[in-house]
């Protein structure tokens, strides 16, 4: 077995595991018999044909065949899907990934490799393949071939105006050490962070004690979120996120209910907190380890120019199977003693 071939059989060995957790905590359900090649074993595939950055579905089959031998004595199965099981099943695999990335997180932490003390999250923009969708023509109904129907436009001040997609990554923001990403999410670009970070909130580690976060997640339904539990209690973890200030005075002055008030006074104190010395000074990790974490993110999977496939759930898979791809990256290096900037070359080795 050649040096390449040895070291995708140790990453499919990391691998295996957490995919197989992964299944069994999101199980399949409704009408049908159960499929004979588990989920687990379809996103290891997948995971190789990611790790290659092949990309299109069809190279990736075609990857899978000239090395079918190797692949099904390691995986235990006496043959590959089908193409069109292959294809089908690749779109529904998102949800298996973002548990395995949870899962992942989870178990670097466990073996030290990262410190979750501390953590910052951040959305990062995606054009999408084809040609763009302008609202002028969406409201025509008018489409030009090839353009992505499932993207949507969205602005932001590194990108500029943008049709794709945007993913969400949280990610460590130790004061040494690596960036290790914990939770990922794909939507398509419009989708505001106020509505996608909320889902992630029950998933942060229990020992998180600060989230930084830029003015686009200044959310009051965020804030609450992170620092106090439904019945009313401090959970001990602090949101520090740059508030945007509105300058437009009410037209009348409504009596403020005791909810309303209370929700102000939170805020007004989570503003207060922002300014203390300590608060900013963790807030500067934020510019050293989520925002570079994007620019390596999409050079080790050539997500610069476009994103890989046509459809959201195409690109849910492929983002969080390549953000599970870099986990497992990281914990390699780890194992090896490698250094973690050697990524792009255990890459390349594949």
Request: charged share 30%; with cysteine.
């Amino acid at each position: 077995m050649g040096s390449r071939a040895c070291q995708r059989a140790s990453l499919v060995e990391l691998a295996k595991p957490l995919l197989q957790r992964a299944e069994r905590e999101c199980p399949r359900t409704g009408p049908g018999r159960r499929p004979t090649i588990p989920d687990w074993v379809l996103g290891v595939l997948i995971m190789v044909a990611v790790l290659k950055r092949r990309k299109s579905k069809s190279a990736q089959y075609a990857f899978l065949q000239q090395h079918q031998g190797e692949l099904l004595d390691r995986l235990g199965i006496d043959k590959l899907p089908a193409r069109s099981t292959y294809f089908d099943r690749y779109r529904r695999a998102h949800h298996l990934f973002r548990t395995a990335v949870r899962l992942q997180g989870r178990q670097a932490l466990r073996d030290g490799l990262a410190d979750a003390t501390c953590v910052a999250v951040d959305k990062s923009l995606v054009s999408a393949r084809g040609p763009v969708w302008h609202q002028r023509q969406r409201r025509r109904g008018i489409a030009s071939p090839g353009v992505d129907r499932d993207s949507s436009w969205s602005y932001s001040e590194h990108h500029g105006w943008v049709y794709g997609y945007g993913f969400e990554v949280v990610v460590t923001a130790a004061k040494d050490g690596i960036v290790f990403p914990l939770l990922v999410g794909v939507e398509t670009a419009g989708i505001r962070e106020m509505r996608t970070f909320l889902e992630k909130i029950p998933h942060l580690p229990a020992k998180t004690k600060y989230v930084l976060a830029d003015s686009g997640y200044d959310s009051n339904d965020i804030g609450e979120a992170i620092e106090w539990t439904s019945d009313g209690r401090t959970t001990g973890c602090r949101f520090l996120c740059r508030q945007v200030k509105t300058r437009r005075a009410a037209r009348k002055q409504w009596r403020e209910t005791h909810h309303r008030r209370k929700r102000r006074e939170r805020r007004e104190a989570r503003a207060k907190h922002f300014q203390s010395a300590k608060a900013k000074r963790l807030y500067r990790r934020r510019g050293k380890c989520v925002e570079p974490f994007h620019q390596w993110f999409k050079h080790l999977f050539d997500l610069h120019e476009s994103v890989w496939h046509r459809g959201l759930d195409n690109n849910r898979t492929q983002i969080a199977a390549a953000t599970f791809c870099y986990q497992l990256l990281l914990r390699y290096n780890r194992r090896r003693r490698l250094q973690n900037a050697q990524l792009q070359w255990a890459l390349d080795g594949l």
